[in-house]
């Protein structure tokens, strides 16, 4: 099975999106962004930070919430 973070790559790939327009988008800096495609949780400025990067990003990009079910887990 494909990770998350390259599920949401492979999303903003699709729309021809780039991590900075992702950022303004998300308001997420572009570490950020690219620490979760890459599933460098640990880079993330904290683990309560992660879940709600992850579904902010994820609707950024129009993903349904179906996704969100291997974070809630």
């Known amino acids: ?10 999303a ?5 999106l780039t991590i900075e ?18 599933e460098e949780y640990h880079l993330l400025p904290g683990e309560a930070y992660v879940k709600p990067f992850i579904r902010t990003y994820a ?8 996704i969100m079910g291997d974070v809630e887990g």
């Open 1 to 10: 099975m494909m990770g998350l973070g390259t599920l949401l790559e492979k």
């Open 21 to 38: 327009e992702m950022s303004d988008r998300t308001k997420i800096k572009p570490q950020f962004l690219q620490a979760i495609e890459e």
């Open 12 to 16: 903003r790939l699709r729309q021809g």
């Open 59 to 66: 609707k950024a990009l129009g993903l349904d919430d179906e």
